[in-house]
């Protein structure tokens, strides 16, 4: 499944008069032929090359001058976009990352014209031709479409210099809407988006992360323009790009009742387009039934079952997309699925969702965005990018390891499973995926269902150390970790991905986040592949100098290894939220074996500190000669706005604080 995005953008001026001046050389007169004759740079370039920019910081690497495009929708639909773009390049960095233009075309989308050209910093000008580029596919390995792009590499891309480029592309739209973005990483000096439609069609738009703006009008011409957006500068734990951008969501309807069904009128009328995609895929066949009995031969109850299909669909069906056209959207048949043994997100989970059938386990497709808080409830339109399965839990199934459940007052309790993601089992869902709203789609239309935060207790971490100190100050022993949710899948993917003769860097990379002076003696791993049950790391280590000397006195920090308090909100203020990955609880508790002849002199008070997004509790304590030191952390919420990051500075401040608080050792017999 694909986003369309285009980037495009529109002019306010002070009065009609002033607008239609502009609208008609910007775009009204648009002749690439006659007017882009030679190496000549195009007068519109010339002209915001000259524009007075205001004071950016010193380390702005380069500036969008002008970001523009002109959507014309035809009576029947066809799109044709205009577009113009350019940057001034101030720092080398800025030449690195913006010397060369790609656009993309398929068969669906066409470019007819394209040119690039470059004002170097002493007036100098260079053009390139459609016949300059270069053409690549933005196919991978594991995804085939007929999505291509023109490459074009701007001559003399230097600080000082000016590039920019034009192009018209056609296109034949699935559905009738568009994205405006206008920012950037760097600074967007301008930025305008026209749209132009035939008589009698209406349109609707909605702003995200800017204020909202009226359109200046002009007939059928409707006209918007940001000034000068500041670039994004990129955050630790920050939300996902596509819901910090500021950019506007537009649909636009046409006058013939016949060609409504490309409008996205509400979340129902997705749903019932979906569904169209959808149903003539999910055929049972005999080798489909074949295929379920054998699987689900040895299930004793129905959720067995349910786990055996879910597993194939997960495990066995190797993921590959073949998007061409309308395959960007529409599954491919679950038969054919099954007997090629792959398919991209959505034919997987057409493919489970067929096989569930066969058991009468009723199953929907579901749309879902990877970006949390990407898909907005108060404005359907198709910005999801991601296919997994609803499940309805049949009467009597038991549900108390199935976590990722939502009661729906019309589709009755649901389990979301995504058979993409490879280390989550069933009962559980990817980080990314919860809490943002999501399409069920079923054969009555769409139903907006938000998908479940997980609580913290499905997202364990729970780390036991039995440790030895010496009078030397060196530090042996063992750990045993025990992971499952979130924090399994984390490590399970890092360790499935790494050779098994270089696992033992995964944990010596861990250990020398928290220790200086280390061997790793011993390293061992439990159910690695077995994604339903807890994994299991049980290592050794030796670390010398540990504790640091001084007279007759040890000092040693008993929260030996993990490290919770970030340093995330250290330095210059933030601009953007926090997320964190997910809710979870993590646990250390270490027991560490003090030296002959050494009492504690003094310990550290415990520690209890909370917000709003999460709590943390320490102590410590003696033991005879053990030293026993406990801790929890646990994050409930998973954003954090903006207004509220001085709190949760607070909140990690001291969980710094006592993560390096220490110990002091005597020893008793001089």
Same mark, same amino acid.
Not at 255 to 268: L, Q, V
């Given at each position: 499944?694909?986003?369309?995005?285009?980037?495009?953008?529109?002019?306010?001026?002070?009065? /009609?008069?002033?607008?239609?001046?502009?609208?008609?050389?910007?775009?009204?007169?648009?002749?690439?032929?006659?007017?882009?004759?030679?190496?000549?740079?195009?007068?519109?370039?010339?002209?915001? *090359?000259?524009?007075?920019?205001?004071?950016?910081?010193?380390?702005?690497?380069?500036?969008?001058?002008?970001?523009?495009?002109?959507?014309?929708?035809?009576?029947?639909?066809?799109?044709?976009?205009?577009?113009?773009?350019?940057?001034?390049?101030?720092?080398?960095?800025?030449?690195?990352?913006?010397?060369?233009?790609?656009?993309?075309?398929? %068969?669906?989308?066409?470019?007819?014209?394209?040119? *690039?050209?470059?004002?170097?910093?002493?007036?100098?000008?260079?053009?390139?031709?459609?016949?300059?580029?270069?053409?690549?596919?933005?196919?991978?390995?594991?995804?085939?479409?007929?999505?291509?792009?023109?490459?074009?590499?701007?001559?003399?891309?230097?600080?000082?210099?000016?590039?920019?480029?034009? !192009?018209?592309?056609?296109?034949?739209?699935?559905?009738?809407? %568009?994205?405006?973005?206008?920012?950037?990483?760097?600074?967007?000096?301008?930025?305008?988006?026209?749209?132009?439609?035939?008589?009698?069609?209406?349109?609707?738009?909605?702003?995200? %992360?800017?204020?909202?703006?009226?359109?200046?009008?002009?007939?059928?011409?409707?006209?918007?323009?940001?000034?000068?957006?500041?670039?994004?500068?990129?955050?630790?734990?920050?939300?996902?790009?596509?819901?910090?951008?500021?950019?506007?969501?537009?649909?636009?309807?046409?006058?013939?009742?016949?060609?409504?069904?490309?409008?996205?009128?509400?979340?129902?009328? /997705?749903?019932?387009?979906?569904?169209?995609?959808?149903?003539?895929?999910?055929?049972?066949?005999?080798?489909?039934?074949?295929?379920?009995?054998?699987?689900?031969?040895?299930?004793?109850?129905?959720?067995?079952?349910?786990?055996?299909?879910?597993?194939?669909?997960?495990?066995?069906?190797?993921?590959?997309?073949?998007?061409?056209?309308?395959?960007?959207?529409?599954?491919?048949?679950?038969?054919?699925?099954?007997?090629?043994? !792959?398919?991209?997100?959505?034919?997987?989970?057409?493919?489970?969702?067929?096989?569930?059938?066969?058991?009468?386990?009723?199953?929907?497709?579901?749309?879902?965005?990877?970006?949390?808080?990407?898909?907005?409830?108060?404005?359907?339109?198709?910005?999801?990018?991601?296919?997994?399965?609803?499940?309805?839990?049949?009467?009597?199934?038991?549900?108390?390891?199935?976590? *990722?459940?939502?009661?729906?007052?019309?589709?009755?309790?649901?389990?979301?499973?995504?058979?993409?993601?490879?280390?989550?089992?069933?009962?559980?869902?990817?980080?990314?995926?919860?809490?943002?709203?999501?399409?069920?789609?079923?054969?009555?239309?769409?139903?907006?269902?938000?998908?479940?935060?997980?609580?913290?207790?499905?997202?364990?971490?729970?780390?036991?150390?039995?440790?030895?100190?010496?009078?030397?100050?060196?530090?042996?022993?063992?750990?045993?970790?025990?992971?499952?949710?979130?924090?399994?899948?984390?490590?399970?993917?890092?360790? /499935?991905?790494?050779?098994?003769?270089?696992?033992?860097?995964?944990?010596?990379?861990?250990?020398?986040?928290?220790?200086?002076?280390?061997?790793?003696?011993?390293?061992?791993?439990?159910?690695?592949?077995?994604?339903?049950?807890?994994?299991?790391?049980?290592?050794?280590?030796?670390?010398?100098?540990?504790?640091?000397? *001084?007279? %007759?006195?040890?000092?040693?920090?008993?929260?030996?290894?993990?490290?919770?308090?970030?340093?995330?909100?250290?330095?210059?203020?933030?601009?953007?939220?926090?997320?964190?990955?997910?809710?979870?609880?993590?646990?250390?508790?270490?027991?560490?074996?003090?030296?002959?002849? !050494?009492?504690?002199?003094?310990?550290?008070?415990?520690?209890?500190?909370?917000?709003?997004?999460?709590?943390?509790?320490?102590?410590?304590?003696?033991?005879?000669?053990?030293?026993?030191?406990?801790?929890?952390?646990?994050?409930?919420?998973?954003?954090?706005?903006?207004?509220?990051?001085?709190?949760?500075?607070?909140?990690?401040?001291?969980?710094?604080?006592?993560?390096?608080?220490?110990?002091?050792?005597?020893?008793?017999?001089?």
């Amino acid at each position: 499944m694909r986003n369309r995005r285009a980037s495009s953008r529109a002019r306010k001026t002070a009065g /009609i008069a002033a607008l239609a001046a502009l609208v008609s050389l910007a775009f009204g007169l648009w002749r690439p032929k006659s007017a882009l004759a030679g190496d000549a740079a195009p007068d519109w370039l010339r002209a915001v *090359a000259q524009e007075k920019l205001p004071e950016y910081p010193k380390d702005t690497i380069a500036v969008v001058l002008l970001d523009e495009e002109q959507a014309v929708i035809k009576d029947n639909g066809d799109v044709e976009s205009h577009v113009r773009r350019a940057f001034r390049i101030l720092r080398p960095e800025g030449a690195d990352r913006y010397r060369r233009v790609g656009v993309l075309f398929n %068969n669906e989308m066409k470019i007819s014209f394209l040119k *690039a050209w470059t004002i170097t910093a002493n007036g100098s000008e260079l053009s390139l031709k459609e016949k300059d580029a270069a053409e690549r596919t933005v196919s991978s390995y594991e995804v085939f479409s007929d999505l291509r792009e023109k490459i074009m590499e701007f001559p003399e891309a230097k600080p000082g210099s000016v590039v920019g480029y034009e !192009y018209v592309q056609k296109q034949r739209p699935f559905t009738f809407d %568009n994205v405006w973005s206008f920012q950037e990483r760097v600074p967007v000096h301008r930025s305008r988006f026209v749209l132009q439609l035939p008589a009698g069609w209406e349109y609707s738009a909605q702003w995200a %992360n800017h204020s909202e703006q009226a359109p200046q009008e002009l007939g059928n011409q409707y006209v918007w323009e940001v000034m000068d957006s500041p670039g994004i500068e990129i955050e630790p734990d920050m939300p996902p790009w596509p819901t910090i951008v500021g950019h506007m969501v537009i649909k636009y309807f046409p006058r013939d009742p016949a060609m409504r069904a490309k409008t996205i009128g509400t979340w129902n009328d /997705i749903g019932t387009w979906y569904y169209s995609l959808i149903a003539p895929r999910r055929v049972v066949t005999p080798e489909i039934q074949k295929k379920v009995a054998e699987l689900t031969a040895s299930s004793p109850d129905l959720l067995g079952k349910i786990k055996a299909l879910a597993s194939y669909s997960q495990t066995q069906i190797r993921y590959a997309a073949i998007e061409v056209g309308i395959g960007g959207q529409q599954p491919h048949a679950a038969a054919d699925v099954l007997a090629h043994g !792959y398919g991209d997100c959505k034919d997987k989970a057409t493919l489970l969702n067929t096989m569930l059938q066969v058991i009468g386990v009723e199953a929907y497709n579901v749309m879902i965005s990877p970006y949390r808080g990407y898909v907005r409830k108060d404005f359907p339109m198709l910005m999801f990018g991601h296919s997994i399965s609803a499940i309805r839990v049949p009467d009597g199934v038991p549900t108390q390891s199935l976590y *990722a459940t939502v009661d729906d007052p019309k589709l009755g309790k649901l389990l979301f499973f995504d058979p993409t993601d490879p280390y989550v089992p069933l009962g559980y869902l990817p980080s990314s995926e919860q809490d943002g709203y999501a399409l069920v789609v079923s054969q009555g239309g769409g139903e907006l269902v938000r998908a479940p935060l997980l609580p913290a207790s499905t997202n364990r971490l729970l780390r036991t150390g039995t440790l030895n100190l010496s009078e030397t100050g060196s530090l042996d022993g063992t750990v045993l970790e025990t992971r499952w949710g979130g924090p399994a899948e984390m490590r399970r993917a890092q360790l /499935i991905g790494t050779e098994p003769k270089l696992r033992a860097k995964v944990f010596e990379e861990f250990l020398g986040a928290s220790l200086n002076n280390f061997t790793l003696t011993h390293a061992s791993i439990g159910n690695l592949e077995q994604y339903d049950q807890t994994l299991t790391l049980n290592y050794s280590f030796v670390s010398t100098g540990y504790a640091k000397s *001084a007279g %007759n006195l040890l000092i040693v920090q008993p929260r030996v290894i993990g490290t919770k308090g970030w340093n995330i909100l250290a330095g210059k203020p933030r601009k953007y939220p926090i997320e964190f990955q997910e809710a979870t609880r993590q646990d250390d508790v270490f027991d560490i074996t003090l030296p002959k002849g !050494y009492v504690v002199d003094e310990l550290p008070n415990p520690v209890k500190t909370e917000c709003a997004y999460g709590s943390y509790r320490s102590e410590m304590k003696i033991d005879g000669n053990v030293l026993h030191y406990k801790r929890t952390y646990e994050i409930t919420d998973v954003m954090v706005p903006a207004q509220k990051l001085d709190e949760v500075k607070e909140f990690f401040h001291q969980i710094a604080a006592d993560e390096h608080a220490s110990a002091i050792l005597r020893r008793a017999n001089p």
